[in-house]
């Protein structure tokens, strides 16, 4: 009976973590030549890094965002850096400044890289960035318990192609509102 238990328990956590595959494009910049073995493409979400908290069972919420940050909700890096630049620094310090007025809001910070790099590389530059992010909401006074963070690495790219402005665009945090 009790194998008949875990066996079902384990069914039904792989039931749960099935998701849909990762868009084909590629994020932010790497360091760590690629190797033919890290080419392989990963099957589903899987290769995400997730920290400070489950993140698979929250819902993106509808929350209105004032003008100011409306389509403003990516912070964008150099290359192999997780250093928010101070334009983005002004950012990360406006949706502080919202957070604070809305007390059943949370985020999830989302960090991402470009193709170049192993996979391995990539997750922890992408995990890099979105602590990067969250340590600058928390200096904002948003408490830590409302900030959860993943790592898609260079599995979820924003733009394809293998040229600068593709990898521009791929090195980045997306903030994901949560709740409301």
């Not at 099957?43 to 509808?62: C, F, K, L, M």
């Not at 964008?76 to 850096?81: P, R, V």
Request: charged share 25%.
């Amino acid at each position: 009976m009790r194998n008949i238990a875990a066996i079902l328990l384990i069914l039904g956590l792989l039931a749960a973590c099935k998701s849909a595959p990762p868009p084909a494009s590629d994020s932010a910049g790497e360091l760590a030549p690629r190797s033919d073995a890290s080419a392989i493409a990963q099957p589903d979400d899987s290769a995400g890094a997730v920290s400070a908290g489950e993140v698979g069972n929250d819902v993106e919420s509808t929350v209105v965002l004032p003008a100011e940050l409306q389509g403003r909700t990516v912070i964008y890096f150099a290359f192999d850096s997780d250093s928010i630049s101070p334009e983005d620094q002004a950012l990360v310090a406006a949706h502080a400044r919202f957070l604070s007025g809305k007390a059943g809001v949370r985020l999830r910070l989302e960090g991402h890289t470009d193709e170049r790099g192993s996979p391995e590389y990539n997750i922890g530059l992408g995990e890099r960035r979105a602590q990067a992010v969250r340590r600058a909401l928390g200096l904002q006074g948003i408490a830590d318990s409302r900030l959860a963070t993943v790592s898609y690495g260079e599995e979820r790219p924003a733009a394809s192609g293998e040229n600068e402005d593709a990898y521009s665009r791929n090195r980045r945090v997306e903030l994901v509102y949560l709740g409301g």
